[in-house]
């Protein structure tokens, strides 16, 4: 059996052809009747030819409706019309799998709302837009795999259930096998977690980068690539709860290389579905974001803009005006003033780098100047901030000092500060989100639309 995109590429005529799919649209004409077949294997769909006169066919036309699914056995000819289609399949018999009511069916042939479509997202990825959306993001995980593959890095499983925060914001899921509605209590009154599953509070992690740092201090250059979770209640088109993330961590790196590296991994990912997702992306290009192909031309030939948080800061502050909220040095930029960077001042994507240490998290190197740290965020146009990394503070006694900042309990983190008592290196790593990199790539305005069944407050139905 043949997917359709094999089909595409057989050599014309072919007798016997089985396709298997779902009706796209059907319609009839005086003697014979068309009919458009998708299987999920491209965007294209192929052209069915149906003889009105064959009584075995047309007892079945009045089934052949949107939604439908369908096995088809044909003879597969070149087609007349060949600007738009190369091949087409006269059909010789058909069996019907799943019939489709048009009145009961959501997914009509009209373009429904973005809005509409995730309430029915068991049913959206028949739309051409989100299997478009489902297989570029198929190939960017490959393309991902391929670049550090490529590259000398291992890939690593980090722990989903953890007992540390890696970011030191507590947005962490909770996950217990407690009873919820008869919890055991200590004398204090309070939730007894030694008598729980792990024998202490665990929660679903928010990153893999402090257990990542752990195998990067023994095989040299990893990366993870896996779900994380943020319980922060934000409403925005680019937070969601549930998130993929790729994470390298490398040692012997100072902040500098991995700002070099988070660049040309960006470059090289989007670069590679250029290449391999052309008809996916003219999709996008066409119904999406009419500027999308410039976008991505900008993002993998430009070099990016190096800037100092706080250079950033003092360009910024002449431009308050323009921003909902003022900044000023101290304050984490919002995704107002990172796109006003990389929008309209350079026009390209930016790296900031030197974070004031209490915009940062406890882990970042502290710069000598006592005041920032060598943390850095990749921003790009549309999204703002796309990566967030930094140099690793690899001196035993200034992370104690800053976990005590953070009144991060030191005993709990006994083993991310072995990593700095035994043969301790420079090192650092990135995290990328895999959503927000999709919407780059497709221009997606939503980060509730380019992933199947998102997770945002408020809404985990599915
Ligand atoms: O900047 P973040 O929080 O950094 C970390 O988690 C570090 N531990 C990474 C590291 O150095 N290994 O998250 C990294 C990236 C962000 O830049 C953003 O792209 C994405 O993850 N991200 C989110 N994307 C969507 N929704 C959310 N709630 C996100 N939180 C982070
Ligand atoms: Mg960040």
Same mark, same amino acid.
């Given at each position: ?9 057989? #050599? &014309?005529?072919? *007798?016997? /052809? !089985? %396709?298997? =799919? ?65 091949? #087409? &399949?006269?059909? *010789?018999? /058909? !069996? %019907?799998? =799943? ?364």
């Amino acid at each position: 059996m043949k997917t359709i995109k094999e089909i595409f590429n057989l #050599e &014309l005529p072919q *007798k016997d /052809i !089985e %396709i298997r =799919g779902w009706i796209k649209t059907f319609r009839g004409s005086k003697e014979y009747s068309f009919a458009e077949i998708n299987d999920g294997s491209l965007r294209k769909s192929l052209q069915i030819i149906f003889d009105n006169k064959n009584e075995n066919l047309s007892v079945f036309f009045e089934k052949l409706n949107t939604g439908v699914s369908v096995k088809i056995v044909g003879d597969l000819v070149e087609s007349p019309n060949r600007a738009n289609q190369k091949c #087409e &399949l006269q059909a *010789k018999q /058909i !069996e %019907i799998c =799943g019939e489709c009511s048009p009145e009961k069916y959501p997914i009509q042939k009209k373009r429904a709302s973005d809005e509409f479509l995730r309430t029915v997202a068991h049913l959206r990825p028949r739309t051409n837009k989100y299997a478009s959306m489902l297989r570029i993001r198929a190939e960017l995980s490959f393309a991902i795999h391929n670049y550090f593959r490529n590259n000398g890095f291992f890939y690593v499983h980090t722990p989903i259930i953890t007992t540390s925060d890696c970011e030191g914001a507590g947005q962490m899921f909770s996950v217990s096998a407690f009873d919820m509605d008869n919890l055991p209590l200590n004398k204090d009154g309070k939730v007894d977690f030694s008598k729980d599953i792990f024998s202490q509070k665990t929660a679903l992690t928010v990153s893999g980068q402090l257990e990542g740092e752990a195998l990067a201090l023994a095989l040299g250059k990893i990366y993870t690539f896996g779900p994380t979770f943020r319980a922060e209640n934000s409403n925005t088109y680019r937070h969601c709860s549930e998130i993929w993330m790729i994470e390298p961590e490398m040692a012997f790196y100072d902040l500098k290389e991995d700002m070099e590296l988070a660049q040309d991994f960006v470059k090289s990912i989007t670069k590679h579905v250029i290449e391999h997702c052309a008809d996916d992306l003219d999709l996008f290009a066409k119904f999406v974001d009419k500027s999308l192909l410039e976008t991505l031309k900008n993002v993998v030939e430009n070099k990016y803009e190096h800037i100092a948080y706080g250079d950033a800061i003092k360009l910024l502050e002449k431009e308050n005006d323009k921003f909902e909220n003022k900044i000023s040095w101290g304050a984490d930029l919002g995704s107002e003033h990172e796109r006003f960077l990389v929008e309209r001042y350079f026009k390209k994507p930016a790296i900031l780098y030197n974070k004031p240490k209490e915009a940062a998290a406890f882990y970042m190197k502290l710069n000598d100047d006592g005041r920032t740290v060598r943390g850095m965020d990749l921003l790009v146009p549309r999204i703002g901030e796309l990566i967030g990394g930094s140099e690793r503070e690899n001196r035993l006694e200034v992370l104690e000092q800053r976990m005590g900042d953070f009144k991060i309990n030191k005993e709990d983190y006994w083993w991310y500060l072995d990593l700095r008592r035994f043969g301790s290196v420079p090192h650092s790593g990135f995290g990328l989100g895999f959503e927000r990199m999709m919407m780059l790539i497709t221009g997606i305005t939503n980060i509730r639309d380019v992933t199947a069944f998102p997770r945002v407050p408020g809404y985990a139905e599915f």
